[in-house]
């Protein structure tokens, strides 16, 4: 079950429309924010196996016929008496492609504090972290030239209007598509087609190119997906898959006392329970899936990050070019 929603003296229905607000502003800062972010912030830069021209000296290779001799190396030749060859490292795009977890469980946030506070101290929901990050990187990888896709997470009981895929691209056209998406209130329609996580996640590996890198934003706490099963399926040789797990410092620590009602709103299942008995087995279950999740992406040669909404989007975004062997300053 996804510990996604905490209610005590409070309603579902008294609920909703507090939330409404909270997803509203985060969604009219998401842009502004992540522009900031980016700011001052480069990736995209990385290094070829291919040998040719560029700015990075690799060595020298013997003259063939047909070879362009603008870059023959005079010194070499009056050194050695034969015909060498300077070769660079070039600097190639390499495509970014980000899922977004857009379940119904990333809506769940910390306690928000006292009306009136600045936004800026308000915690984020797990989805607003999510769409912050992928916007950022987006930007940033668009601004470096880099194609940018983008493919979309439902939860079962929740139909779509948007594409659920986006293949890499580059220019600013692309860039807006992906900014106007991550800006939706999750795409949602009452009579669209309902789509499962695996099929989306199919496509995408069927449809991504060579030597792509995938960051995969979500919680992790879909019953309805088998990660053991699709993490090999999105991560191959030829693609960087790095999979950043959001979860809030409640989902981490179960900090409840007391008579409570966990609830989850993927399944609309309700449990009645004791926060302080049921802390130690809520804290194994947690732990026992994280590892579990930690073995299948290193079966899959994947990295795995784990971040909560609170934390600096800066410091996750080095942490992210580190994983990606991308150059950041």
């Known amino acids: ?14 609920t909703m429309p507090l939330r409404r ?27 070829s196996q291919k040998r040719g021209p560029g700015m990075e000296f690799l060595g020298h290779r013997a003259y063939s016929p047909g070879d362009d001799l603008r870059h023959l190396d005079r010194r070499a030749l009056l050194r050695h008496r034969r015909y060498l060859l300077r070769e660079f490292h070039v600097d190639t795009e390499r495509p970014l492609h980000l899922i977004v977890d857009f379940s119904s469980s990333m809506n769940f946030a910390d306690d928000s504090p006292a009306s009136g506070e ?16 992928a916007a950022a990187l987006a930007m940033i990888r668009g601004r470096a030239g880099d194609p940018v896709g983008l493919s979309l997470l439902h939860g079962l009981a929740e139909p779509q209007r948007l594409p659920d895929f986006l293949p890499p691209r580059g220019g600013s056209e692309q860039l807006e598509r992906i900014l106007a998406q991550l800006e939706s209130d999750r795409g949602r329609s009452e009579n669209g087609p309902r789509v499962s996580p695996q099929e989306v996640l199919l496509e995408t590996a069927n449809r991504l190119p060579p030597r792509s890198t995938v960051l995969w934003l979500s919680d992790f706490i879909d ?48 449990i009645e ?16 899936h994280n590892r579990a999740l930690e073995e299948a992406l290193l079966a899959a040669s994947s990295t795995f990050l784990s971040v909560t909404p609170s934390e600096s989007p800066r410091n996750l975004l080095r942490s992210i070019a580190e994983a990606t062997g991308a150059r950041s300053r």
């Open 118 to 133: 600045p936004s800026a101290t308000r915690p984020l929901s797990k989805a607003g972290f999510a769409r912050l990050m």
């Open 223 to 270: 019953e309805d997906t088998d990660y053991q099963a699709v993490f090999p399926m999105v991560s191959s040789k030829s693609r960087t898959l790095v999979a950043v797990q959001i979860l809030t410092v409640a989902e981490r620590t179960f900090p409840y006392q007391g008579p409570l009602v966990l609830s989850d709103p993927e399944s609309n299942l309700r």
């Open 1 to 14: 079950m996804n510990v996604s929603s905490v209610d005590r003296n409070v309603s579902p229905d008294e």
């Open 273 to 288: 329970t004791d926060g302080s008995r049921g802390r130690a087995e809520y804290l194994a279950a947690l732990g026992a």
């Open 21 to 47: 607000r909270l997803l509203e502003l985060e969604l009219g800062e998401m842009r502004l924010r992540a522009r900031q972010l980016a700011a001052g912030f480069q990736m995209g830069l990385h290094l």
